[in-house]
């Protein structure tokens, strides 16, 4: 991992970060804190991913979905880790790219591993993984329903709750007259969009 | 009246804290009060939540793939710099997993990816490979049962004469249909060997493969005199048969010109037959070359006399003008080695049969007029005791 050393040396003080003093500067929303912890652990999946039958861009794929997961548990303040972040973020994105292979190919799965990172059951990764997966369901269903809603009020929605654009903006974007009437507007794309969203995600299967 | 996205945007102004105590007040209590109302703020803030959620997982995509873009913008752009200095050095720090050429990392996806198919293939292959050997090695096996493998019976299949038969009964039935008579019957002639007497008085000797399965017989000289025929006894270990003449007016071979030996031949004497394995007789010629025949058979000889089918049953015939032997068969995988059953066996049987049968005694003949005559001579004597054995199988 030496290259990721060197690369991080370059870009931020933190050398060598212990993994505690990482994980609270993410979760302070130091983004240098994340890049650093992006290029530490990237040799190492991509590594396995590639010996894996896999390609750099399924790496990439994999090692970015793991990172999400790490990422979102931070900021939650929901990650209780009981081992090292390579070891979880390995375990992680391990179980990512076997569930991949597995969907892919019609016979069983073999892995192929170099790391000896001691036992990966008690890393709460398959826990964790269960609960991003129920969260992505989540996430599809809601950009699912934002297409459907139609324009303008898809735009004006995503504007306001994903952009986090403000009321003054949006008014003089889409042409009200007034920030109310815009407001007003954005209520009864709420009321459709929940209608849409309600309706599949529940009827869903779990 | 309120309607719903009335309620939406007091749970709005609820939810950013910008409503008035007392219209807050009124709504927790409301909240806390009415079930139904209750649910529909929950609804509210999941999706809110959602919406905000989805926001902030797009930004962090976002994120991730300008951080790996500008990580792999860095690593190439280091990767030139590094190498310059030291050329030719070894870069430990580089995995040599993660440096496969394009076409490497093609054959690789194939193979992990067909790996099993083309296992099952390869094996598919290899088994319909020594299947079709194998089926074909029994099946050859199998077909070749009527005779042992690699031993040819020399009886001929009468195809030429059987067309020339039917083109006689053709041209009597349209002779018979302009006097208004009822067809001939067809002629079914299969097979042919050779015969030759055994007593004057109308008993012949022949191979048992050429009679079998025979309906009738049809005797027929070399002057074209014709005699049916029966069949007295067949021997089929030895492949032996003995006929008898049945025709009523039928008075005699003659004299029989050679007597049977009854010892056992020498090896290397010069033996001779004569046989019609086409329609005119055959002289052959060669030596005794062993004292047992096909597969170590001690029954009959080998000798090296050039045979063909229809040559089966002929008489083989030593220097002196002895009968030591009947011409049976040959070895199809071996230059010129034919068989014939021993004159020995022969006699044999023929004292059996006389034993059984006393009222009908076999008057085999003593004296030998071949001895001291050159070979033409012989032949000459010889030519009247030997015959054609035309085979009538039922349909």
Not at chain 1, 56 to 81: C, H, I, N, T
Request: hydrophobic letters at 35%; charged letters at 25%.
């Amino acid at each position: 991992m030496s290259r990721g050393d060197s690369s991080s040396s370059s870009s931020t003080p933190l050398v060598p970060a212990p993994d505690e003093a990482l994980i609270a500067a993410i979760r302070g929303g130091d983004e240098r804190a994340l890049a650093q912890l992006y290029r530490l652990h990237w040799p190492m999946v991509s590594h396995f991913v590639l010996q894996n039958s896999g390609s750099d861009d399924d790496a990439q794929d994999v090692y970015q979905e793991g990172v999400m997961v790490f990422y979102e548990k931070v900021r939650d303040g929901s990650l209780e880790l009981s081992c090292q972040i390579k070891t979880y973020l390995y375990a992680v994105c391990r179980r990512l790219w076997l569930k991949r292979l597995t969907s892919k190919s019609r016979f069983g799965v073999r892995l192929q591993e170099d790391e000896d990172l001691g036992p990966l059951h008690h890393t709460g990764a398959e826990d964790d993984l269960l609960a991003a997966e129920e969260q992505d369901r989540r996430f599809t269903t809601m950009s699912e329903a934002l297409d459907h809603l139609g324009e303008p009020c898809r735009s004006l929605l995503e504007g306001f709750y994903l952009l986090e654009k403000s009321m003054q903006d949006l008014t003089a974007e889409f042409g009200y007259t007034n920030a109310d009437n815009a407001k007003n507007q954005k209520y009864k794309c709420l009321v459709r969009l929940k209608k849409l969203f309600f309706a599949h995600y529940k009827e869903a299967p779990i | 009246m309120q309607t719903e996205a009335d309620y939406y945007a007091l749970f709005d102004a609820y939810a950013r804290g910008e409503l008035a105590p007392p219209a807050r007040t009124g709504l927790e209590a409301r909240l806390g009060a009415d079930p139904d109302f209750a649910l529909r703020y929950a609804d509210f803030d999941e999706l809110t939540g959602t919406l905000r959620a989805v926001g902030q997982r797009r930004a962090l995509r976002q994120q991730l793939r300008d951080l790996h873009a500008e990580m792999l913008a860095e690593t190439s752009a280091q990767q030139p710099a590094a190498d310059a200095p030291a050329p030719g050095a070894l870069r430990a720090t580089v995995n040599p997993l993660l440096r496969i050429s394009r076409t490497e990392r093609v054959l690789r996806d194939f193979w992990s990816g067909h790996r099993a198919t083309v296992g099952v293939a390869a094996s598919v292959a290899v088994l319909a490979v020594f299947g079709s050997l194998l089926g074909l090695e029994a099946w050859r096996t199998f077909s070749a049962k009527p005779s042992t493998y690699g031993y040819t019976m020399l009886r001929l299949e009468l195809k030429q004469l059987q067309k020339n038969q039917r083109a006689l009964s053709r041209s009597l039935n349209q002779v018979d249909t302009g006097k208004g008579g009822a067809p001939a019957p067809v002629n079914n002639g299969k097979f042919s060997g050779t015969g030759f007497a055994l007593t004057a008085d109308g008993y012949l000797v022949t191979s048992y493969h050429v009679i079998q399965g025979a309906d009738s017989l049809l005797i027929e000289g070399r002057d074209q005199q014709h005699y049916h025929a029966e069949t007295v006894y067949a021997d089929r270990a030895h492949d032996l048969a003995i006929l008898r003449i049945k025709d009523r007016d039928f008075n005699g071979f003659g004299r029989l010109p050679y007597t049977f030996k009854a010892g056992q031949a020498d090896l290397g004497e010069r033996v001779y037959t004569l046989g019609y394995p086409r329609e005119d007789m055959v002289y052959g010629d060669g030596a005794l070359s062993a004292r047992s025949g096909f597969g170590g058979d001690t029954a009959f000889y080998q000798v090296s006399i050039p045979v063909n089918p229809g040559n089966s049953g002929g008489p083989l015939l030593d220097e002196h003008g002895n009968l030591i032997g009947v011409v049976s068969g040959r070895q199809s995988d071996a230059q010129s080695a034919a068989f014939a059953t021993k004159s020995s066996l022969l006699l044999r049987l023929v004292d059996s049969l006389a034993k059984k049968q006393p009222a009908a005694p076999y008057h085999l003949p003593h004296t030998n007029r071949l001895v001291g005559t050159p070979r033409p001579q012989q032949i000459k004597k010889l030519q009247d005791f030997v015959f054609v054995v035309k085979v009538f199988e039922k349909d």
